[in-house]
């Protein structure tokens, strides 16, 4: 059987339209592939946003800002030496933006001016750190994206 050039091109658009629907349907139905929003709540969030403005502005006047190191016990977040730690109160919340199931929050409770993160919290890769936090009921925030 002979096939002329009219049959041709039906047959490649066909085959063209049948390869974009099974990739729109295995990309659409497949969990690995599965994205979601940065935050559930952006709206409420987006409004917060002038006020984490300030803090972190408040965050930068101060003579030495929030540092952190990754050893081999966790991720250590160390805060200013000349505050008194006794005094500083807030939450630490780690977001992962490949996997939201991985976000966690934790209060900030120091014995010393670090604060550990365990390693078993973390996986190597991209994090993005964000440190509510406040002294004497002035508020500060440090947010960084880090690769652990």
Same mark, same amino acid.
Do not use: C
């Given at each position: 059987?002979? #096939?002329?050039?009219?049959?041709?091109?039906? #047959?490649?658009?066909?085959?063209?339209?049948?390869?974009?629907?099974?990739?729109? +349907?295995?990309?659409?139905?497949?969990?690995?592939?599965?994205?979601?929003?940065?935050?559930?709540?952006?709206?409420?969030?987006?409004? !917060?946003?002038?006020?984490?403005?300030?803090?972190?502005?408040?965050? !930068?006047?101060?003579?030495?800002? +929030?540092?952190?190191?990754?050893?081999?016990?966790?991720?250590?977040?160390?805060f200013p030496k000349d505050l008194?730690?006794?005094? #500083?109160?807030?939450?630490?919340?780690?977001?992962?933006?490949?996997?939201?199931?991985?976000?966690?929050?934790?209060?900030?409770?120091?014995?010393?001016?670090?604060?550990?993160?365990?390693?078993?919290?973390?996986?190597?890769?991209?994090?993005? +750190?964000? #440190?509510?936090?406040?002294?004497?009921? !002035?508020?500060?925030?440090?947010? !960084?994206?880090?690769?652990y």
């Amino acid at each position: 059987m002979k #096939i002329n050039w009219g049959t041709a091109i039906v #047959i490649a658009f066909a085959g063209f339209i049948a390869f974009i629907m099974y990739f729109v +349907i295995s990309m659409s139905t497949d969990k690995k592939y599965d994205h979601d929003l940065v935050v559930e709540d952006y709206y409420q969030q987006e409004l !917060k946003f002038q006020g984490d403005i300030d803090k972190e502005n408040n965050a !930068k006047s101060l003579k030495t800002n +929030i540092t952190w190191k990754k050893t081999n016990e966790g991720m250590v977040v160390s805060f200013p030496k000349d505050l008194d730690y006794n005094k #500083i109160k807030g939450k630490v919340f780690l977001y992962r933006p490949s996997n939201k199931h991985l976000d966690f929050e934790t209060p900030i409770s120091l014995s010393s001016h670090n604060l550990l993160i365990p390693d078993n919290h973390l996986l190597d890769g991209r994090w993005n +750190i964000k #440190i509510d936090w406040e002294y004497d009921n !002035k508020p500060y925030l440090f947010k !960084k994206e880090i690769n652990y």
